[in-house]
């Protein structure tokens, strides 16, 4: 079972896709290190999908270590912690990666890091207390997407729920944080998993492995060796793995269908880290304060897995792993779905799983040159789409053929650009062309 048949939901002529990429993860064997406290951080109300969080404490405000700093405004948002014991020195705006503003806690740390003292493990006994707990976790999903965790854990159908997925196939290039999160935290991954299946009533669970990661998959096998609803499922090292759909397919031959969330076809998936942090979070009632990053990249003097307190700026991060030369690109996140940086004073959020600093050489732009018509781009989509006819489109303006051409179920790996030997900006352009197509109202269609 592969990629051959993700396809059949595009709608599309495709039979192929995804790539065979480097996989850099030469931080794979690297223990986690702790970040020394930063002068300041900067706690962002913008750390997951939904409504950003209002600020619920004041310039002056003692806090500690869990204090609650962000309050979420609806149900889809998710509350926000201190991750360290001090001063809040301000609250102010700033202007993100996405060029939109966002408001900020800034918190001087006094050095104690002490937990606040209301803290405590929650009472969990049944369904409503599980969801309850999360939703004072701060947790999000931590893959990248943000998700609160509290609501995507009850979706409508639970009662069809038959699988609980762990999505640990970590299929970016460099980061390597997922790995680590299986080999030093075996138990309390289980721990989570227990609990998502014991209160969510799931009867079975695969933990979802790429194959480059053997230390991870052999740990995992021996540990849920006794718990016969817990299976390890190793999947080929193929990019982008990882993604929802994709890994939906390869693990279970379950297709979700267009424009429909993955919970019609049976199953809820969360994130390896997500999962532990609510082991944690059950076990200890200390909410998401920090976050393991990898900190990689060919301008990186000592590249490391680093655990930092949420807020920490770019910079702090940069500085402590120290810098061949000035990098020319920061990326958040992976090279192939991270977003780059235009300043190192933004802080890590929740849901980062790494900082990449690149040399000129590596981060140079090449040079933009007319479309060959080789068709790589339509053989490396994971989606069956056709990106040149989509850039075609785009390019003329002929946006009523994004509908056709099904652009909206694009999931911006990046695999379009990085195989065009024209070196076209294609991934923005199906980034550009989905937005379009969504502020017509069309897509998404069965
Ligand atoms: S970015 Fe979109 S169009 Fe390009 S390969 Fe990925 S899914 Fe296909
Ligand atoms: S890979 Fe690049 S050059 Fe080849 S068809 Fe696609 S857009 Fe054109």
Request: charge should be neutral; glycine fraction near 10%; proline fraction near 7%.
């Amino acid at each position: 079972m592969g990629f051959s048949d993700v396809f059949k939901y595009a709608g599309t002529r495709q039979k192929t896709g995804g790539l065979k990429i480097r996989h850099h993860k030469d931080t794979a064997n690297f223990p986690t290190e702790y970040l020394p406290l930063p002068e300041q951080v900067v706690i962002s109300m913008v750390q997951h999908t939904g409504a950003p969080c209002v600020p619920c404490v004041e310039k002056g405000d003692h806090v500690y270590v869990g204090t609650m700093v962000g309050k979420a405004p609806t149900a889809m948002s998710m509350h926000i912690f201190s991750s360290v014991s001090g001063t809040v020195s301000g609250i102010e705006r700033i202007f993100h990666k996405a060029g939109m503003g966002e408001t900020i806690v800034i918190v001087k740390p006094d050095g104690l890091q002490e937990p606040d003292p209301s803290i405590k493990p929650p009472e969990v006994h049944d369904f409503t207390s599980f969801v309850d707990a999360l939703s004072m976790s701060g947790i999000v999903g931590l893959g990248g997407a943000g998700f609160p965790t509290d609501i995507k854990v009850q979706p409508k159908n639970l009662p069809d729920i038959d699988t609980l997925l762990i999505n640990g196939a970590e299929c970016e290039p460099y980061l390597t944080t997922d790995n680590r999160e299986f080999l030093e935290h075996p138990d309390t991954i289980l721990y989570g998993i227990d609990a998502c299946l014991k209160y969510l009533d799931i009867p079975k669970c695969l933990i979802c492995i790429e194959d480059n990661k053997e230390a991870a998959i052999d740990l995992m096998t021996k540990k849920a060796a006794s718990d016969d609803r817990i299976d390890v499922c190793v999947l080929q090292s193929r990019y982008p793995q990882g993604a929802q759909n994709i890994l939906i397919k390869n693990a279970t031959g379950r297709i979700v269908p267009r424009g429909a969330r993955h919970t019609v076809v049976g199953v809820i998936m969360l994130n390896v880290t997500t999962v532990s942090s609510i082991g944690k979070y059950l076990q200890t009632g200390m909410p998401l304060v920090s976050k393991r990053l990898t900190v990689a990249g060919d301008a990186i003097e000592n590249p490391k897995n680093l655990e930092v307190p949420i807020g920490t700026q770019i910079k702090d991060v940069l500085n402590y792993c120290g810098l061949k030369e000035d990098p020319k690109k920061v990326i958040l996140g992976g090279p192939m779905m991270g977003v780059a940086q235009f300043r190192t004073d933004y802080p890590i959020v929740r849901q980062n799983n790494g900082v990449l600093a690149f040399s000129e050489k590596l981060a140079k732009t090449p040079e933009i040159t007319p479309c060959i018509h080789c068709g790589r781009c339509i053989s490396a989509c994971p989606m069956g789409l056709s990106p040149v006819e989509i850039g075609m489109a785009f390019e003329r303006y002929e946006f009523d053929k994004f509908e056709g051409l099904n652009v909206d179920i694009c999931i911006g790996c990046g695999c379009c650009s990085y195989v065009c030997p024209a070196k076209r900006p294609l991934t923005e352009v199906m980034t550009l062309s989905k937005g379009i197509l969504k502020k017509s109202g069309k897509g998404g269609k069965k």
